[in-house]
Every structure is written in C-alpha cells, then in structure tokens.
C-alpha cells in the first residue's frame, strides 16, 4: 500500500488508542480524589513540634542537671499529689462522693429510657 | 475526508473548565470525571514516550496526582488537554533522562536498526504495521507524531505540550512522517 501524506493522516487517526491497565483508573482516583485525608492539619503538626520541641528542652535541662530549681519545683508537686492521694481523709472523700453519684444515677438513667417508650407507644397507636 | 477532531473529543457533559471549577469547589467527583475523560489518552502518550507498560502507568498516575494538587495553577481558558499532556510528558522526560543515567543504554535516537520490527510488520495488517512503524521512531518524532494522533492537527496545542517552537513541530512531524512512509514502504516491499 503507498502512503501518501493524506492516507498516512487517516491511518494515523484510525488508530486506537493503547488500551491502558485495567486498574489505572482506580489507582489514579485512589491516588487523588479518595486519598484519605491527612490525621492532623498542617498547623496541628506544627504546634505538636512546638510542644515536642519544648519537652525535649526539658529533658534535656533535666539530664544535663543545670535546671535545680525546675527539678525540685517538679520534685515538690510529685510529692503533694502522692500525699493528697494517698491520704485517708481525701480516699475516704473520693469514694463517698463516687457512691453518692452512683446512688444519684439509678433515678436518672431509666427516665430517657421511658420517655422515649411511651414516644414509641405513641406512634404506633397513630 | 480527514478526521481532523481531537482524539480526545470531550463526551456530553460539563466542559473540562467546568470540571476543574467545580473540583476546586469542593466537588471531587467532578475531577474523577475529567480522569474519566484522559487517563487512556495521557496512558496512550506515556507509553508511546517510554515504551514500558508499568513505568507509562506510574507517569499516568504521576501527572493526575501532579495535575491535582496543582489544579489552582490551571489558568481558566486553557485547555485541560494541553495541560494534563504537558504534565505526563515531563513526567516522561523526567523518567527517560533518569534511564539515561543509570544505563548504559543509549537512547532511541535514532530509529531502530534491527530488522525485527519490519520483519514482525510484513505479518500484520495495516494498523499493526503502522504501531511497530510509530514504535521505531526516534523518541522526539514519536511524541509529536501521538500528540498529532491525539489532538488532531492543532499544532499550538502540540508545540504548547512540548515547550517547542511551532516551527521546529512542524518539521519534526514532518520528518516523522516521512520515516514513517519509509518505514511503511519497507515492510510493503519486504
């Protein structure tokens, strides 16, 4: 067959194209438009490298020892909460005030519970 | 009469400009529609450059995702064609300049010597023949030769894809063609 310039053009356009992997598509939609957003925005990443930042200054000022007063200041608020917390007075306290709120709770758990009954009831009499 | 539309004629529905706004909008869908549209023709010009099925399928995926996160760059008027063309062909160049690099091989300069491809072409029919012409093809005739089969003869749009002048289009489709009737020719005669 003699291809001239015009014969050459329709053979050219009669072509079809290559017919691509049968999971580029999805793979291409997956990359883009359904890739699963990010955990934390850029700003959320940013000031957790703040906080991490300012927490390895303080680890590190506590191992090179040249912060005293900041380890006796956390030395004395370790020492008040191991106190108050294992202090008779402040358990005995605790466990009232953990009885009275679960006392409290039995009048007030079933109240939605039966409001929402007789909402039930209700439509199904209509 | 010569089919002169683009390969890549747009199916019924919002133009790609549309598409693009309505993505930048909020509306991903939109965009999946415009991968709908061009992942078999930026397929088509990716593998045509690189001649590897799995290294055409990363540069295809390569210039969606490029073409995604850089959708405000698209300037409104354009053509999404050209652009996501654009796109995949850097992405090839890229790729074929990394080859080069860590290979020894050289580069399809040059149309392939070998007689494999005219031996394997007198076998086949008309179309068959034409792809392994297309195939041997130094790289720089290939590419303007597929972009012309995808966007028909708009050579502004071609020479936009390839960061060429009009001119310089102009002859290298030119010359393709010619090594094409050669090649053509060659295996009608063999």
Request: aromatic residues 10%; glycine residues 6%.
């Amino acid at each position: 067959m003699n291809f001239d310039d015009d014969a050459l053009d329709r053979a050219l356009f009669a072509l079809e194209l290559e017919e691509p992997p049968a999971d580029l598509r999805a793979s291409i939609l997956t990359a883009t438009v359904y890739r699963p957003a990010p955990m934390f925005s850029f700003y959320e990443v940013l000031a957790l490298g703040a906080i991490a930042a300012v927490l390895l200054l303080l680890v590190a000022l506590v191992v090179m020892g040249g912060a005293s007063l900041f380890v006796h200041s956390l030395q004395a608020i370790a020492t008040v909460i191991s106190r108050t917390l294992f202090d008779l007075s402040t358990l005995t306290w605790i466990a009232a005030g953990g009885a009275t709120a679960m006392w409290l709770s039995i009048f007030t758990v079933f109240q939605p519970a039966m409001a929402s009954g007789r909402k039930v009831d209700v439509k199904q009499h209509r | 009469m010569l089919a002169e539309a683009p390969r890549v004629a747009v199916k019924p529905g919002p133009d790609d400009g549309s598409l693009v706004a309505m993505t930048l909008g909020g509306n991903s869908e939109a965009f999946a529609t415009l991968v709908e549209r061009y992942d078999r023709a930026v397929y088509h010009l990716a593998y045509r450059t690189l001649h590897d099925v799995e290294e055409a399928r990363d540069a295809t995926q390569e210039a969606f995702f490029k073409a995604y996160r850089s959708l405000r760059t698209f300037k409104p008027g354009s053509k999404f064609s050209t652009w996501i063309f654009a796109i995949v062909y850097h992405a090839c160049c890229d790729r074929l300049n990394r080859r080069k690099r860590y290979s020894n091989e050289e580069m399809p300069e040059r149309a392939d010597p070998s007689p494999g491809p005219e031996r394997e072409a007198i076998a086949m029919d008309e179309a068959r023949r034409l792809r392994a012409a297309i195939e041997s093809l130094p790289e720089k005739y290939r590419t303007v030769i597929t972009l012309y089969h995808l966007q028909g003869k708009q050579y502004e749009e071609i020479a936009e894809v390839l960061g060429l002048p009009m001119g310089t289009v102009k002859t290298h489709l030119f010359r393709a063609k010619e090594q094409l009737r050669k090649l053509l020719g060659a295996a009608e005669v063999n």
